[in-house]
Structure formats: structure tokens, C-alpha cells
């Protein structure tokens, strides 16, 4: 499985930013996608997930109301619709492809993309 993570950048407070993780190799639409973000000095951390089949999506409290996560199945494409950017979003951003387990540790996933940067000044 390759992810390929796009679309981050340098964006000012309040902006909007969507990423894009294209999946190539042998998906699994068995389990699903995340996203999680990783800035300088902290712990990666959850960022959003789902299903490839539907059903719930699951946000960070940190993000709800502001991001979305979507997806194109016949594209094997997630996004990541980030809106009202704050600094504190600033970090790499990570996807990856789910095994099991729960959906917010990074540990249940075990396909990863190559991180795609977004900066939010202030």
C-alpha cells in the first residue's frame, strides 16, 4: 500500500487549507483511513478517521466543527477539509491506512503516507 499525502502549505490564522491522500497497492476497504499530525517536539496524535464503507467519522475534540474528513472511493482518495486554521494546527500531517483496533491510536494503523506540511501563521 502507498499513501500520498498533498496539499499542506503556509496559511494565515483563520485561512483554509484541504489535503488529499491518494491510496495505490492493495487497499483494504475492510478497514479505513486517518489522518494525524505531528508537530516539533510532541507526540503524533489523532486527527480524524472513517470507514471506507461509511458510518461514523470520528474527530479529535480539538478539530470538530472546524475539519472534515471526506473521501472518493473510486478515486481511493481521503480528504481533509481544514477550516478557521489556528497555529496550534501547525504540524506535519500525517495519513495512514487503519488494521484495527480503535480508530484515534496510531498504532491500529499500519500504512503510513509521507506527511504533507501545513504552517499556520498568526
Known amino acids: 500500500v502507498q499513501l500520498q499525502a498533498s496539499g499542506g502549505g503556509l496559511v494565515q490564522a483563520g485561512g483554509s487549507l484541504r489535503l488529499s491522500c491518494a491510496a495505490s497497492?492493495?487497499?483494504?476497504?475492510?478497514?479505513?483511513m486517518g489522518w494525524f499530525r505531528q508537530a516539533p517536539g510532541k507526540e503524533r496524535e489523532f486527527v480524524a478517521g472513517?470507514?471506507?464503507?461509511?458510518?461514523?467519522?470520528y474527530y479529535a475534540d480539538s478539530v470538530k466543527g472546524r475539519f472534515t474528513m471526506s473521501r472518493d472511493n473510486a478515486k481511493n482518495t481521503v480528504y481533509l477539509q481544514m477550516n478557521s486554521l489556528k497555529p496550534e494546527d501547525t504540524a506535519v500531517y500525517y495519513c495512514?491506512?487503519?488494521?484495527?483496533?480503535?480508530?484515534?491510536?496510531?498504532?491500529?494503523?499500519?500504512?503510513w503516507g509521507q506527511g504533507t506540511q501545513v504552517t499556520v501563521s498568526s
Open positions: 495512514a491506512q487503519r488494521r484495527g483496533g480503535s480508530y484515534y491510536g496510531a498504532d491500529s494503523y499500519g500504512y
Open positions: 472513517f470507514s471506507w464503507s461509511g458510518g461514523t467519522t
Open positions: 497497492g492493495r487497499t483494504d476497504s475492510n478497514y479505513g
